[in-house]
């Protein structure tokens, strides 16, 4: 997919260039706005939201930052990663991160096309994900095909070992009074208590 942070700025453009019998995938973290809220209601366009344990991301954020800081084209690095050099700095990033999940994930269910996709579900239920992902596009899949191709060969997938799975309870102590915990633990109540092994949405 192509990363575009601030897709609203396009996000016009794209729908009326983009071929109604074609899909552009494009990823993004930016927030649910006005606009992209009206484009889902009125079926213009697709979303799918994969979200995570926010401890987890905390790790990946760190991870992240050490493979940014290792290219050597300084002018290659994404700053916004290789800038995280510690916990903290990674913390100070997380409540954005969390609200702009929360952004799109308070829509699921009631604005249409539009998939919550935890992380638990995208990392050890391929096939499912991608069965629900051609369903909601209205299309037929060998979805066992296509995500044998990727399980057959990692590399295929970009960033997949950043964060693994359990590696913030295990790795980082987020002090009890730290600002950034309140916010994660109620986003782990609130999204994943209850959800981390479903997919849910259309």
């Known amino acids: 997919p192509t990363f575009i942070q601030d897709i609203s700025s396009c996000i016009d453009e794209l729908i009326e260039t983009v071929p109604d019998q074609q899909v552009y995938v494009v990823k993004t973290h930016q927030h649910l706005d006005r606009k992209l809220y009206s484009h889902l209601r009125n079926g213009l366009i697709m979303a799918a939201v994969s979200y995570r344990n926010p401890y987890d ?43 702009s999940n929360s952004s799109w994930l308070d829509q699921v269910g009631i604005l249409p096309n539009l998939l919550a996709t935890p992380f638990e579900v995208l990392k050890n239920q391929p ?42 309870s295990n790795e980082i102590s987020v002090p009890a009074d730290h600002p950034a915990k309140a916010i994660m633990d109620q986003y782990i109540e609130k999204y994943l208590q209850d959800k981390a092994d479903i997919i849910y949405g259309i």
């Open 57 to 99: 991301v905390l790790v990946s954020l760190l991870d992240a930052g050490k493979k940014e800081r290792s290219i050597a084209d300084v002018s290659q690095r994404r700053q916004e990663f290789a800038s995280v050099f510690t916990v903290e700095d990674a913390l100070s990033k997380v409540p954005w991160m969390l609200s």
């Open 127 to 168: 096939q499912v994900v991608t069965q629900h992902y051609a369903k909601m596009m209205g299309i037929t899949v060998d979805a066992s095909a296509i995500a044998n191709k990727f399980l057959n060969n990692r590399n295929l997938i970009r960033e997949y070992n950043r964060g693994q799975s359990g590696r913030g």
